[in-house]
């Protein structure tokens, strides 16, 4: 199983970026999905987290900016952010709650990481 980001780029302060992450490999069920990031010299941070069934949380720093949405046909997750700020400059990385064929519970899968730069 395989996790794809794509997305990522150099952006001013108050546009917009969209991110899709795409899970492959022999899956049988996707369960939660979310966004993570980590600003440079910082921890990691959750951004957002979605369940198989669409609901959704965010951290009170991007609410209101922020969309995660998903498809499970295609099981890609996305994340929509919005009016942008310096202080979202972060890699961004995609994780899901994967049930692989072949085994009996799920196992957390992270993808590679994008980089989202915001310029003021």
């Known amino acids: 199983v395989q996790l794809q980001a794509s997305g990522g780029g150099l952006v001013q302060a108050g546009e917009s970026l969209r991110l899709s992450c795409a899970a492959s490999?022999?899956?049988?069920?996707?369960?939660?999905m979310g966004w993570y990031r980590q600003p440079p010299g910082k921890q990691r941070e959750r951004v957002a987290v979605?369940?198989?069934?669409?609901?959704?949380n965010y951290a009170d720093s991007v609410k209101g900016r922020f969309t995660i949405s998903r498809d499970n046909a295609r099981n890609t997750v996305y994340l929509q952010m919005n009016n942008l700020k310096p202080e979202d400059t972060a890699v961004y990385y995609c994780?899901?709650?994967?049930?692989?064929?072949?085994?009996?519970?799920?196992?957390?899968?992270w993808g590679q990481g994008t980089q989202v730069t915001v310029s003021s």
């Open positions: 994780a899901a709650g994967i049930l692989e064929s072949g085994r009996i519970f799920e196992n957390n899968y």
């Open positions: 490999g022999r899956i049988v069920k996707i369960n939660d």
């Open positions: 979605i369940t198989r069934g669409g609901m959704s």
